[in-house]
């Protein structure tokens, strides 16, 4: 940089070209030229260099000028020289990076490597700067330091190619893990060391902890686990625990690292005095009644923090969105402390402006409809998280997000801000797919519960399978009115074979049609209700059981029914498909009334319960029950045997073959085979299961597998059957549910416990197509 400057300076005091003399003197610059010139275009120069032809400059003007130039780092020289009024400026440009290679990472990927070399400006095709070049190889060697890599060496080569190029050559050793060796606390007196250890994420080396990185050092790691000691600590009333320092050394071969903290305890502290200050909107005995500490127990700053957030959910209720809770503990001599909150509500906060995004496919509308908040009204933070519930009990998005924003300008308004993804709503009841009780399922048909995303749930189609022909449509409307008064309807039309389900010999072809209404008593509670009609014809098959031959001989094979039915819901599901936390229950009958041909009942009564057993909602404990009755009333003694309850398969007892358990048919006598089974009108299932997280997969949202129990039997108060049946059947296993694009997938693996013999099991069971 120095010659360059010198030669602006003077080159135009010594002899130049065509031999006149320099002068010091300002000139005119008539003209400039630019000479050396080869990838750098002259406009470039031109735009950079601060003088313009036609303006008048002296010596000092022009070092100026050339300073300016050559910040822009294009050239490694510039040089000035003077012909009359033309001034000509000599350059010499630095050279452009022609390749790059990068050898011998592994644990940084070669991509992630170039991505941190071009946003330091060195990529192929760019200018080449040295000083660039090795700065970058000590951020790169910092990247693997942090990895806990401390003899890790990176080298830089630039080679110097024709037309004034350079290759670039990046030649890393990542060298080895250093594994930690040792860790020693000091000065704890109230925990002793393997319990303080025990809390750490960092551990000294060992079979598992390398399998886990738990031994490898990294600072971030250790801040996290210095704070995991405070916590622990504070949570134990050691109010003025501090960590003195911490220190960690490497061994002279770079591959041992020893940590050592030193902590000072402090007293253990004890609650003196419970204090609210500030200003209480509300009556304190109310406040009071959240705070879940009491004089005389042990000092937590986890108490402390979970009742100032109590406190403040409490003050948003009322529209104090931005209510702020400040928890303070005074200590005194006699190691006892006063621990004050400080209420500051604020202004009581109003909804501007509720918006949504993300939802490409459903309307605004019908997220709007699920709102108990309204805007306008006062902000509160329960009925903002209670309208998040329900969009995600829709069932349509995969994730719901909710941001409350305070408008600018104001301090009493906040907008609203929902952020949806949306998720496939049609693969609830696709038409394309397997399943082991019905066979291969063919046939088109639409069934989405989002329809053109107004939220209306509509099913038409024909499908096919080794044993059902059906055709149907249904439609729904779950907000007919505004306050969520729901109307629907359905026809039907279906002929079965199950023969070819392996159930007792008979075929049955049926058509009709329903009218629904519900109506929501609350935000989480539902009656359905409605009137029906089904015209079933029944025919015998190759082998026809002998009660299915007595029922037709007494009763006919066509009948006629007119059905009233209604169902109870309540439902606090946190989600609409594979839910983590809540309850469903739903309690539904259905009654073929007088005038019917056959005058029976159906009650069912369902439960699903779902409790989370870490913050994370990973791990979840859910249990499931179901019982279903049915009956013949007036005239008739027993219920229609195509009614029948049955169980076994996928969705009920896993592990025993679809339908198979329950009481079985009576053989006609040509009929050597094994009896088929008959069902019954009694129903009873359980199940418990043990979700975890999916190995291998971060999308809790869309995958589920599990450990489960199920259990379950079908009987028939009406008829006897052999006793060996006449009992619950468990089984165990685990299980698997994802939903794809195509539509759900789940699979089981199970088996049974107490299989009898006659039993029929089966330990793998799956399902495509069809809902969970």
């Known amino acids: 940089m120095r010659r360059s400057l010198f030669g602006a300076v003077f080159g135009l005091l010594v002899t130049t070209v065509g031999g006149q003399s320099a002068q010091a003197e300002a000139f005119i610059v008539s003209d400039i030229e630019v000479e050396g010139l080869q990838r750098v275009s002259a406009g470039s120069v031109f735009s950079a260099f601060p003088v313009g ?15 300016t130039l050559f910040r822009t780092g294009l050239f490694t020289d510039v040089a000035a020289s003077r012909d009359g009024g033309v001034l000509i400026l000599t350059v010499q440009e630095r050279p452009s990076i022609s390749s790059i290679e990068i050898e011998g990472n592994k644990n940084i990927e070669t991509n992630m490597l170039l991505d941190a070399l071009s946003s330091a400006g060195l990529q192929e095709g760019q200018v080449f700067r040295r000083a660039t070049l090795e700065r970058l ?139 609210l200050r500030g200003e209480l909107i509300l009556p304190e005995e109310e406040l009071r009644n959240l705070i879940f500490i009491e004089e005389g127990d042990v000092f937590s700053r986890a108490h402390m923090t979970s009742t100032s957030e109590l406190l403040s959910r409490r003050l948003g209720t009322e529209g104090y969105a931005f209510a702020n809770i400040n928890a303070i503990p005074e200590t005194h001599d006699d190691n006892t402390a006063t621990v004050t909150f400080f209420v500051e509500p604020g202004n009581r906060a109003y909804v501007r402006r509720i918006n949504f995004q993300g939802n490409v496919s459903t309307r605004d509308d019908v997220l709007r409809q699920e709102m108990t908040q309204m805007e306008g009204g006062v902000a509160s933070t329960d009925r903002i998280e209670f309208s998040k519930t329900r969009l995600e009990r829709l069932g349509f998005f995969k994730t719901v997000d909710v941001e409350t924003v305070p408008v600018l300008g104001t301090d009493d308004q906040v907008d609203v801000n929902y952020t949806v993804e949306e998720q496939p709503t049609g693969s609830l009841s696709a038409s394309v797919g397997y399943s082991q009780t019905s066979g291969a399922i063919l046939g088109a048909s639409i069934s989405e519960n989002n329809f053109f995303g107004s939220g209306k749930r509509v099913s038409i189609g024909a499908n ?273 549910q994802w939903i794809t694009a195509v539509g759900p997938l789940a699979f089981s693996l199970a088996k049974p416990l107490n299989d009898k013999s006659g039993d029929d099991t089966q330990v793998f069971q799956f399902s495509l197509g069809q809902s969970f």
């Open 53 to 67: 032809i036609g303006e008048s400059m002296d010596s000092r003007e022009l070092a100026g000028a050339i300073r």
């Open 137 to 275: 190889e000590l951020e790169i060697l910092r990247s693997y330091v942090a990895q806990g890599r401390y003899n890790a060496r990176v080298k830089a080569t630039a080679e110097e190619l024709p037309r004034n190029r350079v290759a670039i050559q990046l030649d890393i050793n990542e060298g080895s893990v250093a594994a930690i060796q040792r860790i020693n606390i000091v000065g704890n007196e109230a925990f002793d060391d393997e319990e303080l250890l025990d809390l750490l994420e960092l551990q000294t080396s060992s079979l598992w902890a390398s399998l886990t990185s738990a031994d490898k050092y990294a600072r971030e790691r250790l801040s996290g686990d210095l704070e995991t000691l405070r916590s622990y600590y504070l949570d134990r009333g050691f109010i003025d625990f501090t960590v003195e320092s911490s220190q960690v050394s490497i061994s002279p071969d770079k591959k041992e690292v020893f940590i050592a903290i030193a902590v000072d305890e402090g007293p253990k502290y004890t609650v003196r005095d419970i204090q």
């Open 464 to 736: 096919v399978s080794d044993s059902i022909k059906s055709a149907n449509f249904s439609y729904l409307n779950p907000y007919f009115t505004v306050d969520g008064v729901s109307r629907g309807f359905s026809v039907f039309a279906r002929e079965t074979d199950y023969e070819a389900e392996d159930i007792s010999s008979y075929l049955l072809d049926e058509y009709g049609g329903r009218l629904t209404f519900g109506y929501p008593t609350d935000h989480i509670t539902r009656i359905n209700f409605g009137l029906g009609y089904t015209h079933s014809k029944v025919k015998s098959g190759s082998f026809t059981a002998l009660e299915v031959e007595e029922f037709i001989e007494q009763e006919g094979n066509s009948f006629n029914n007119y059905f009233l039915f209604g169902s109870w819901n309540r439902s606090t599901l946190n989600r609409g498909v594979l839910p983590t936390d809540g309850y469903s229950h739903s309690v539904s009958a259905d009654i073929a009334v007088p005038g019917s041909d056959l005058t029976y009942y159906k009650l069912r009564h369902r439960t699903d319960f779902y409790q989370p057993l870490n913050d994370a909602q990973s791990w979840i404990l859910r249990a499931r029950t179901e019982v279903g009755y049915g009956d013949g009333y007036g005239d008739r003694d027993v219920m229609p045997f195509y009614e029948h309850y049955y169980a076994g398969g996928y969705g009920s007892v896993r592990g025993f073959e679809a339908n198979s358990l329950g009481p079985l048919a009576t053989n006609s006598p040509n009929d050597l085979s094994d009896p088929d089974p008959f069902g019954g009108n009694l129903l009873t299932e359980a199940s418990l299961e043990l979700i975890f997280p999916t190995p291998f997969a971060n999308d809790s949202r869309s995958m589920r597998t599990s450990f489960f129990i199920d259990g379950g039997q079908v009987f028939d108060s009406d008829r006897d059957f052999d006793p060996a049946f006449d009992e619950l059947r468990v089984s165990a296993g685990v299980g698997f």
